[in-house]
Every structure is written in structure tokens, then in C-alpha cells.
């Protein structure tokens, strides 16, 4: 079986060249259970193949058939993983084609309207991969399990998914020693799964789900201990969606980091709630160099909280960044624009709340209503929703990776909201935070910022030609809003915060 990673080379245009290389997280543990049940799985990943497919035909000739290629699929890997599909089923059409991950478990039905795809697995692959392998590979009748998608005829049948999720408690370290190529970036952990909240905008728990379970505090440890030793890792991000969920685990973790003397060869970050902050836990992770702290804020408008069902107030924000500041973290956030009730008000406010809580870091992305969130059924049935090609355009991005000359059309835009104008929002605050020497000279000093999405590195020409581009942006932004006066921001404000921020806060 050989496990896929399909990925557009170029998706984040100008920015790629920045975005370190992550290591593609759900096929690493499905690979790792797998081995724990005597199964060889391989993996290719495009993002670092030269030539994907020949890599995969000079594997196969390694392998028993039938062969099984299993893709992870993103919804902004789709459209690749569906013309590599389609080129292997070609090659060797008595092969298995299997779609696994967040968009073939929001969208199963799609997914095997294509005619060379013969399964899908919803949620959690671990236990349906090795069933299925067996079954397969032991002639045997693989309809019977749980949470898979298959075609009989010309019919589609729908297993259930089991009712509960894989437990974490008998979990084993992740295989890190399996992602070699150099252009990966390994410095991450992934300690829990699962989010109990419910916002509307997030499909972190399509396939992991409400149940939070974390993998036992030990193998956490050995974990860091391999990155650092064998790995040369100094800076570790958690890439759990809600770091902070259970206590008690946390002090364990922290009490376990210092006692190996971790805390003294490495750094961590991780992505909290707001609303799970306080002062013994920041002040506990603060002693175990836990020095970066992810909220996302997504708003400063507390009836968009409540429409949004993030559960947690602006004022739960504003004190989370506090506290966290008081404690010596740095603290990034994001903010969602265009979300059902958005208005150039409300941006405007979150633009004013980004300088007031003097954040390091912070992202001003465009809602994008992922299939099988709450958001995504709110902008169909708003008669809202608009999916280019292979959703060629869900990005909650592009305003700002996009040439100024091609912009990517929104795949949402909430009633009362023009386009136009939400563009040029989220431009405007991003060169209202950006444009300050201090913030600049963060994001420019390589290693300053230990943001694992966002490197300038020593790319020297690509950092040209995105200047270039940025400033033609700004140019543009310039002229829609004061000679064009198409949006709402006013020469005054747009001169009196580029002003503040470049000369006075200096
Ligand atoms: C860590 C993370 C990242 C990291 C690393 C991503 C990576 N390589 O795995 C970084 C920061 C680089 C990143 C980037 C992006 N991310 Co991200 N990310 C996550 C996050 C927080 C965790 C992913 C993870 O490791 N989960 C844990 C593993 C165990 O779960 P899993 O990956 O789903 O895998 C399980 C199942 O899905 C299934 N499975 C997976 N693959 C397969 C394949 C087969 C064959 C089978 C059978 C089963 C199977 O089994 C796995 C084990 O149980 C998720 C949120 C979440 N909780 O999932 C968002 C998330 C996946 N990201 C998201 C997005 C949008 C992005 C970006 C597009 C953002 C951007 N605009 O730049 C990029 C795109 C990256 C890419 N390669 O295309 C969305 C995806 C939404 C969607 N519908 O596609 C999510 C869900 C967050 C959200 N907004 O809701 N991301
Ligand atoms: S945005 Fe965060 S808190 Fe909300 S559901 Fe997603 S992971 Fe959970």
C-alpha cells in the first residue's frame, strides 16, 4: 500500500518559497499504526518528489498486487490528488483507489462520482486502513467496515463510522525518522486530538472529532528528546487545535520537560482558546520555555462571536493576550474577515484591537466555508456559496498571496459585504500592522519569529520579487481607496496609521 500525498506545487504563489515544508501529519500516524499491525505502508509525498510519479511506478514494483494508493486529501488538494488518481488507475487500472481525510469525509458522495475511485474513508484511517489491507489482501469481504464509502454497481453505500474515536492512550512515538528529505520542516508535536467546541467556520473536527484525547505524556517527551537529539530541533510547535483543553495533563507535560532538562536546549509554541487561559497554567509554561502563544481571536465584535459559536467573548480575548504578554509570551492571532454578519465596521474594529493588544504576529485571512462545516451550509443556503472548478478558489488567503491582477474570487461573501471592499479590508490591515519597523524587522530576522508557516530564510531573490509584489498591492490599495474612493477608508486614516505606525511608535 503506498499512501499519497497530493499536493499543488505552487498554491501559496509568491509566499511558497517561505513556507517551510510540513510533514504530512495524518499519513505519518496512519503508517505508524499500521507497522504497529505488521503492515508496510510507503509514502510519497509531492511536495517533495522531484517526479512523483515515477517514484510511485518504481515502488510498485516492489509491491504485491493488488496495489493500493491511498490519497490524504485537503480540500486544497484535491484538485491534485484527483489527476494523480486518475494517472495511476490508468497505469493500472486492476489497482485500488482510496480517498481518505477532511474533504473525502465531508464529501463522499463526490468523491466517488469519479469513476476510478473505488473507496473512501471517513474520519480517523487507522483501524479502517489495516481492515481494509487485510481484507485485501486476504480475499476477503471488505464491505462490513466500519466508516468506509464504496461503490456496488452504480450504487453508493455508506458504512457508519464506529461510534467512537481511536483511543491515544496505547499510542506510540510518531515516525519521524521516515521524513528524511531536508526540505521538511520537523520541528512540530501533535499531542491531542479531537475539539469540543462547535464554531461554525472550522473543520478541524470532520475527522478527529468532538471526543479530545491526548497520547500519553511519555511518548510525548520521547518525542522531544529524538527531535532535539537526532534532529537537531530547538523549537517545537504543538499542532494540536486546543493545546489547553486538560489541565492536569498540562502540568504533567511541564513538570516532564523539566525534569529532562528539555526546557534548556528547546523552545515551544502551541494554539490555545482564550477562554482556556490563566495565570498558574501561562505561568507554568512559561518556566518550561513555552515562549509562543496562537490565539484565534477571529473577531472584536461579540454578537459575530455569538453568530460565529466560538463560545468565548472579545473580553476573554483581550485579557487571554494580557495576561499572556504580562507573562513574557509572544503572541500571534488571526482574525476571519467576511464571516456571516461581518461589516468594513467591524474590520475596522479588529484592526483597532490588533494594535491595542500590541500583537507580534497576526493573519487577516477570508472566511472560507470548508465542505462540512456549518458555514459551508449557511453560504449554500444562502444562495452564497461559489466553488470555482475543483474548488480551485478556497483559500482563506489569496487576498494576499494573489498578483495585484488576478484576484481569486471569494468562495463566500456575507450579505450587506461587497468583495471588493473585503479585499481591500484585509489589505489595509495587514499593511496597518505590517507597516511599523518593529513588526518588519520581526518578520525579516530569520529564526526571530519561530512561526512554522512563515520563514524569510536566506531567499533573497524570491524576498525581491515579493516585496515587488507587496508594494504594488500597496499602491493599488492607494489608489482604490483615495482616488477611486472605492472603499471606505479615507486618505486621512490611511496616511495617519501608516504614519503612526512607520514614524511615531518608533
Ligand atoms: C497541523 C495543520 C497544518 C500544518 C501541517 C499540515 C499537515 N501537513 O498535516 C500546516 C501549518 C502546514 C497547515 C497548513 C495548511 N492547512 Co492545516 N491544519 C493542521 C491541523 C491543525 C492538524 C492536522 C493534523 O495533523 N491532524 C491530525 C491528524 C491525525 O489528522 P488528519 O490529518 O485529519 O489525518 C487523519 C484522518 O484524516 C485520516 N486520513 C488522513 N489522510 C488519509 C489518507 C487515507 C488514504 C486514509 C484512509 C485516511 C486518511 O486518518 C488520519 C489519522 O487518523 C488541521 C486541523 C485538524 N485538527 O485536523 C488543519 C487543517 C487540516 N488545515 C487546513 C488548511 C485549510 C490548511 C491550509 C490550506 C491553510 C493555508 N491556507 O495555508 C494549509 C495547506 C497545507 C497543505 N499541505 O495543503 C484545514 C483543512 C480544511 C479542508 N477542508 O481542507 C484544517 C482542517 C483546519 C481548518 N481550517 O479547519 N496545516
Ligand atoms: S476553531 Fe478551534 S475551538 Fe473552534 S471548533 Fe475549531 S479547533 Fe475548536
Redesign the pocket.
Known sequence: MI?INS?PRN??KYFQPFIPV??????G??ISYAARHNIKIHCVDE?VEEDTLQRIITLTATLKKPYIF???V????LSSALILSKQLKTLYPDSII??????P??EPDEILSHPHIDIV?K????E??VEFYNAVKNNKDYTQIHGISYKQGSEIIHNKRSLSH?SLDDDTPFPYYLFTNPKYELGFV?SS?GCPYDCIF???RI??GKQYRHRPTNIIIEELKTLNSEHGVTNVGF?D?NFLVNKPRIYNLVEQIKKNNLHKKMSFDFQARADNVDEPILEALRSASFNGIFFGIETADDNMMLTIKKGETVTDCINAVQLAKKYGFRVNATFIYALPGDSHEIRMKCIALTNMLQLDLVRFNNATP???TELFNIAKSQNRLYIKNTYDNF???STFIEPPWSPTPFAYVPLGNTEAEIRRDILYSYFSFYLNLTRLKHVFTPGETND??FSIGKHILPTLILSSILMLKFVQLFYYSTIKKETRISLKFFLSVFKENLYIKQ
Not at 510540513?22 to 499519513?27: F, M
Request: proline share 6%; glycine share 14%; aromatic share 12%.
Open positions: 499512501l499536493s498554491a501559496l510540513s510533514v504530512p501529519v495524518g499519513i500516524f496512519l511536495q491511498g490519497f490524504s485537503l480540500t486544497s488538494t482510496m480517498f481518505g481525510g477532511i474533504h469525509t465531508a474513508v474520519g480517523e484511517g487507522e479502517p486502513v481511536i501533535m486530538r472550522c473543520s478541524n475527522t478527529t499542532y487545535d470548508y465542505p462540512g483559500s482563506a488567503v512554522k508557516w
